[in-house]
């Protein structure tokens, strides 16, 4: 498991090493840099994957797609300095070193590949959403369609459904996110149940069409022990579609494996963003290592709350506010602890304060 992360020289960063815990969430207002700390993962994965990492780092690819070297260098970085990524698990350190080329679309490495046969981050239990998931759809892509290996859900989770139709009765990765109401051990009915703690509780209907390589898919819902007819997706909101590869991503990976999310909350109700935020913790305590990308207070309080209630340990929470000072270049990342009570000792200026710096203009 990986538990920290150094960025030297990347995008809006100049040097900063971030600690990271089997839950590690990324907050702070736009262009701030949580969106550049994934796609350093995310361009780690695919360097190596894709082409075995020693030309490089591939900036455009299956996962991530960044441009040139000129888009990527710190801008007040000078252009014979390296770019570095040190990972670092509970074994041991990698350190990846580049040196930027201008106007070319790959970082060359410096020195050796370092070792990277025990970091989670290469392992094949991968996970991936960008925030712009497909939406409601009649009928989705399946995975013999061309999906990466290198990120099993896609990284608009188009090929969730697929995925949910060929292992629906296998059980999820993990026992202990088996829902308190819902006994049977079998993807699909797992993920109707944890479904249901954002609305509805609904039922899904999927069918194979192997000679177009694609899954059609419906919902139903149970009202008062009576089931609906069944609805197009296009036909009951985005919200079900566009929560529904979440939940079958967390349930797929199996403890050791790595969860990237950004924005789970979209698209939801206050009430399903907290229960999103304690289902996400639930699954990090499970041995997944999950990262998440939020805006959400709501699903910030959904980890408070599941913090006093035991469902995850403080110590297992990194809280990472990304900003940037007064005339500073670079992004600066403030660390809040969580206590066992699920509250926060401090609270950073712009940190999930919109709520009460509105009311006490309307006081």
Known sequence: MISSLRIKNFKCFEDIEVGIKPLTVLSGVNGMGKSSFMQSLLLLRQ????????????????LVSL????????????????IVFTLTDSFHSASFNYSYNKGSRLLNLVGELPTISNLSLFGEDFYYLKAERIGPRTAFDSVDSGNSPFN?????GEYCASLLASYER???????????????????????????????????????HSSMDRVSMQFSFMRDGIPSGNYRPTNVGFGLTYTLPIFVAALLAKPGGVLLIENPEAHLHPKGQSAMGRFLCQVAASGVQVFVETHSDHLLNGIRIATKKGL????????????REKDAQATTVTTPRLDKHGRLDRWPEGFFDEWENGLSELL
């Open 152 to 156: 099993r859900i896609g990284n608009a």
């Open 170 to 208: 296998m059980p999820i990765g993990s026992e202990l996110l088996l829902h308190e109401q819902e006994p049977l051990n079998e993807l699909r009915i797992q993920v109707e149940a944890w479904l249901s703690e954002i609305g509805q509780t609904p039922r899904i209907h999927l069918n194979e």
């Open 312 to 323: 995850i340990t403080p110590d297992d929470v990194s809280l990472h506010f990304f900003h």
């Open 47 to 62: 360097s190596v994957l894709e082409s075995g990492g020693l030309a490089g780092a591939r900036l455009n690819g299956s």
């Open 67 to 82: 441009g040139y070297a000129d888009d990527v260098l710190y801008e007040n970085a000078q252009s014979d300095e390296t």
